[in-house]
T-cell receptor
Framework: NAGVTQTPKFRILKIGQSMTLQCTQD?????MYWYRQDPGMGLKLIYY???????DKGEVPNGYNVSRSTTEDFPLRLELAAPSQTSVYFC???????????????FGPGTRLTVL | DQQVKQNSPSLSVQEGRISILNCDYT??????FLWYKKYPAEGPTFLIS?????DKNEDGRFTVFLNKSAKHLSLHIVPSQPGDSAVYFC????????????????FGQGTILTVHP
């Protein structure tokens, strides 16, 4: 299994440009997540999905959009890039979460995005 | 509003000694607490978790302690090894009022652990 893969690894955008960060997992996990990590800070949840066709906002959703048409893929879209979106973006997936146990989230290697 | 805080940005320890990483939280709706480890240019990897109804969980060299009354948890690594040098994130999982969890995690800022040979 490749686990969680993310493309691209690095990207530089100009202000106002758009791009899609790709995320794919081959573990047949229902749950998928997008986080961003700013320097010296912890990861913050942008969006999450509990299954194909179902997405919801996390802590910092403004400026982003997501879709989940398949179990495997969970792309993150930036429509009008701003310098405040300069960050490292991590995608993660996990099996179903219940209240009685914790199923770990598996993270991809990240995409480093710079907006100039 | 920082609901999960790691107040020590860095920790330096000698190989073979104990490493203690600390974490404080404020939200009583957290039901699980986790530690993730992160190497440069990689994604975080899961290390250990503890349910809010427990006070200790052990896995090999790693032990997590939870003090609910103080809203404090700590990760003990004994003995510390140079390969343990990484950023350690404390995280907490939220459960909603109905007891459902979607696995949403709130992370602390991270502590850089350096283990010297």
């Amino acid at each position: 299994n490749a686990g969680v893969t993310q493309t691209p690894k690095f990207r530089i955008l100009k202000i106002g440009q758009s791009m899609t960060l790709q995320c794919t997992q081959d573990m047949n996990h229902n749950y998928m997540y997008w986080y961003r990590q700013d320097p010296g800070m912890g990861l913050k949840l942008i969006y999450y999905s509990v299954g194909a066709g179902i997405t919801d906002k996390g802590e910092v959703p403004n400026g982003y959009n997501v879709s989940r048409s398949t179990t495997e893929d969970f792309p993150l879209r930036l429509e009008l890039a701003a310098p405040s979106q300069t960050s490292v973006y991590f995608c993660a997936s996990s099996p179903h979460q219940s209240g009685s146990s914790y199923n770990e989230q598996f993270f991809g290697p990240g995409t480093r995005l710079t907006v100039l | 509003d920082q609901q999960v805080k790691q107040n020590s940005p860095s920790l330096s320890v000698q190989e073979g000694r104990i490493s203690i990483l600390n974490c404080d939280y404020t939200n009583s709706m957290f039901d699980y607490f986790l530690w993730y480890k992160k190497y440069p240019a990689e994604g975080p990897t899961f290390l250990i978790s503890i349910s809010s109804i427990k006070d200790k969980n052990e896995d090999g060299r790693f032990t997590v302690f939870l003090n609910k009354s103080a809203k404090h948890l700590s990760l003990h690594i004994v003995p510390s090894q140079p390969g343990d040098s990484a950023v350690y994130f404390c995280a907490a999982r939220r459960v909603n009022a109905g007891g459902t969890s979607y696995g949403k995690l709130t992370f602390g800022q991270g502590t850089i652990l350096t283990v010297h040979p």
